[in-house]
């Protein structure tokens, strides 16, 4: 049975950094799509109004892995939704979780260190801040540790 691997967490907490290291050490992997529901067809909020859906269900289909990742997916209700329209589409599919934990100050060191560009990482901190209210990492779902540059 295919994998899909969804991650969340807020913006600066280390998906992307993480999505590179997995994408290196699997090449097998069908799709690692970091943003899934970035520039959605018509810019819908449904999940299946992202421009990757159709590929990922596809490879899902085909007996191949994928990740998918977005901010979106530390809200119970977004992960909800994707789980329901993935598993309509690709029956027994495995779904496994992972989400940052909530560490949002040190997100936002993250993000202020790392990004040179002012008004992008202004609007990046305000979307962690709108995120947290969101935030949960329920039992049973793989909790990430917020990466830490020298930790």
């Not at 935030?135 to 020298?150: L, T």
């Amino acid at each position: 049975m295919p994998m899909l691997t969804v991650v969340g967490g807020l913006p600066g907490s280390g998906k992307s950094r993480w999505l590179k290291q997995l994408e290196q050490d699997n090449p097998a992997l069908a799709h690692v799509i970091e943003d899934y529901k970035k520039d959605s067809i018509g810019h819908r909020p449904e999940m299946i109004y992202s421009r990757h859906y159709a590929d990922i269900v596809q490879a899902l289909r085909d007996g191949r892995d994928c990740v998918i990742a977005d901010v979106v997916f530390v809200d119970e209700s977004k992960r909800n939704e994707i789980e329901d329209v993935i598993r309509v589409k690709v029956p027994g599919v495995e779904i496994r979780w992972v989400v940052y934990e909530d560490d949002w100050r040190q997100c936002i060191r993250n993000l202020i260190d790392g990004d040179p560009d002012d008004q992008h990482c202004l609007k990046r901190i305000a979307k962690v801040l709108e995120l947290r209210a969101q935030h949960s990492v329920p039992k049973g779902i793989e909790a990430r540790p917020v990466y830490k540059p020298n930790g």
